[in-house]
């Protein structure tokens, strides 16, 4: 993980990733779990938001959005 794309501490123990991408607004990191969504959620105090279309839940923070999509329903 580069520089730039790392997390604070507490959420790097809190939660797996799977896969970090860069974007030209930043970074997306994928959740491995919704839990794991829940917890980042809390350290940042940002909102989780529910993108019903594509079954995606988002944590948006300044340089990073953290993701965890739904499979299978």
Do not use: C, F, Q
Request: hydrophobic share 35%; aromatic share 6%.
């Amino acid at each position: 993980m580069s520089k730039e794309a790392e997390t604070e501490p507490s959420i790097r123990r809190a939660v797996n990733v799977d896969r970090l991408e860069k974007t030209p607004d930043g970074y997306v990191a994928h959740v491995k779990s919704l839990e794991g969504l829940r917890k980042i959620a809390t350290i940042l105090k940002k909102p989780m938001v529910s993108v019903k279309e594509s079954g995606e839940y988002l944590v948006i923070d300044d340089r990073i959005t953290y993701v965890w999509k739904e499979t299978g329903k």
